[in-house]
């Protein structure tokens, strides 16, 4: 065939497809839910709006017990032998808050699939690991993953408001008990210091908002107290699962170690509530920079227009949309996993036909320990000495010569 005509031929499908696009990334969907009145609920009818609004009563409060979630939501017989097989593995603790925001008819409903266990979480899929990152083989020192060279992950706390039920860390967390030593992370901060090169450092676990302020002070104050640590990062979901526990005087604390950044754990539109954006200004109005992670998850958020409207809901909310991630291949969670080929077209959808602000980047984590690596659709053709041949989200074709 000659160029000419495969070049027209190519743009002609490329058209159609890009066509396809726009319908899919203009298509409407409903307005969001208002989270249930908690006093409707008869397990939560006396509790007072002082109460509510306590995290640590959010805390001792959580959902751990089939009978006490059936209270709350129409529990169907693969939820209840999925919460019923679940102990022994990731604990189920769902706070009052987040209980509020599930449909209790629906078992559909993206957050409630992602805290109410089915029966697919004791079956293991093929490839699937325990610890598919492999962090304990990358752990020079305990609570401490090393992998890149200029940045450390510190594991702060083995618990979290919610565990999620798609959990990458579910070898690991739970509502186990745990060492609470003054000299815990020791050995993990004299590593950090005999280390140089190492100039970020994000403290997640679990959830280090989990902790006391105090308990979160001296840990930043340790390790930001290190003279060649430029910045750090916590990684947390308390705003969504748990957003009380934004308080004034966490975020005063926090506001002390600048420059520090906080990355958020976001799966999908409805978990952004006028409760979780207080939560969030609260942090925006200190300078913290805010950034979000989210997983890509079957059923949950791999549709285009719904990832796109959470992306959108991030923005308003000042939190910048930073990874959207495949879903790992850890134990139990194979259910949650789409192709790789769902997460690309999210990003095709994305790139170009909204803000650049509101494309976050699609990566795999390398299993076995290969670190993040960035997966997306291919803006180029054909590639020759000098020439690029390019298509840009319209899907029209472009030759830039170097
Ligand atoms: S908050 Fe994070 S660490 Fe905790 S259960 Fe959810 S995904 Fe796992």
């Given at each position: ?134 962090e304990?083989?990358d752990?020079p020192a305990?609570h401490l993953v090393h992998r890149y060279p200029d940045r450390v992950l510190l594991l702060a ?31 993990a901060v004299?590593y950090i210091k005999a280390n140089r090169k190492i100039r970020d450092v994000l403290i997640s676990?679990?959830?280090p ?10 840990l930043i104050?340790k390790i930001s107290s290190i003279s060649h640590v430029e910045f750090l990062r916590l990684g947390t ?17 926090l506001?002390?170690y600048s420059p520090l950044w906080v990355s ?24 913290i920079p805010l950034g979000?992670q ?26 910048r949309?930073y990874y ?37 980047t ?9 670190g993040k ?30």
């Amino acid at each position: 065939m000659p160029l000419e005509q495969e070049r027209v031929e190519l743009n002609n499908t490329l058209v159609t497809e890009s066509q396809k696009i726009q319908q899919e990334t203009t298509t409407q969907i409903t307005p969001l839910r208002r989270p249930r009145d908690y006093q409707q609920i008869s397990l939560f009818k006396d509790v007072n709006p002082l109460d509510w609004e306590d995290w640590h009563w959010q805390l001792k409060h959580r959902i751990r017990k089939k009978e006490e979630l059936a209270q709350i939501i129409k529990l169907t017989p693969d939820e209840e032998k999925g919460i019923d097989k679940a102990s022994g593995r990731l604990s189920v603790a769902i706070t009052p808050y987040w209980a509020t925001l599930i449909d209790p008819e629906d078992p559909d409903c993206p957050l409630r699939r992602q805290a109410v266990p089915v029966a697919a979480e004791s079956l293991i899929g093929p490839h699937e690991m325990v610890d598919p990152c492999a962090e304990d083989r990358d752990s020079p020192a305990a609570h401490l993953v090393h992998r890149y060279p200029d940045r450390v992950l510190l594991l702060a706390t083995e618990q979290c408001a919610m565990y999620c039920r798609h959990c990458t860390r579910r070898r690991l967390v739970g509502e186990h008990r745990e060492s609470s030593s003054p000299t815990k992370f020791d050995a993990a901060v004299e590593y950090i210091k005999a280390n140089r090169k190492i100039r970020d450092v994000l403290i997640s676990g679990g959830d280090p908002f989990i902790l006391e302020d105090e308990e979160i002070e001296s840990l930043i104050q340790k390790i930001s107290s290190i003279s060649h640590v430029e910045f750090l990062r916590l990684g947390t979901r308390v705003p969504v699962t748990l957003p009380q526990r934004i308080t004034e005087k966490l975020v005063a604390m926090l506001k002390k170690y600048s420059p520090l950044w906080v990355s958020i754990h976001f799966n999908h539109p409805k978990e952004i509530t006028k409760r979780c954006k207080i939560a969030c200004d609260m942090l925006a109005d200190a300078g913290i920079p805010l950034g979000s992670q989210t997983v890509l998850l079957k059923g949950i958020n791999d549709r285009p227009y719904i990832m796109r409207r959470l992306m959108h809901e991030l923005l308003k909310i000042r939190v910048r949309p930073y990874y959207i991630y495949q879903c790992d291949p850890v134990k139990g969670t194979q259910h949650f996993r789409t192709p790789v080929a769902v997460g690309i077209n999210i990003v095709e959808k994305l790139r170009g036909h909204t803000s650049g602000y509101a494309v976050p980047t699609y990566v795999i984590d390398g299993p076995g320990g290969g670190g993040k690596i960035p997966v997306g659709p291919n803006y180029i053709l054909s590639q020759a000495k000098g020439k690029y041949v390019l298509r840009n989200y319209k899907a029209k074709v472009y030759t830039y010569l170097e």
